[in-house]
């Protein structure tokens, strides 16, 4: 039973990173533009953060992309290159 832990223990701390990072970076958007973006609204490929929302927000984000890039490599330390 005990490797069986293990092997659910990898998943959860996998999990939680995920989650963390989502939180990290809705709120680097959030000090940098003022809009509340959903964790559900992000996926990460590649280094590189697509957001789904409105196009007035895709063009807020755009603007602000360099200050949004450096919120999120002083909170966290995974490498993040672009936002589309």
Do not use: H, P, W
Request: hydrophobic share 35%.
């Amino acid at each position: 039973m005990k490797s069986i832990g293990l092997f659910f223990d990898k998943f959860k701390n996998t999990a939680l990173k995920e989650i963390k990072k989502r939180e990290v970076i809705c709120g680097a958007i959030y000090e940098a533009t003022g809009s509340k973006i959903e964790e559900k609204d992000i996926s990460i490929k590649d280094c590189v953060i697509t957001i789904s929302g409105s196009q007035g927000l895709k063009s807020e984000l755009f603007m602000k992309k360099k200050v949004i890039l450096d919120q999120i490599s002083k909170r966290s330390s995974e490498k993040i290159i672009d936002i589309r």
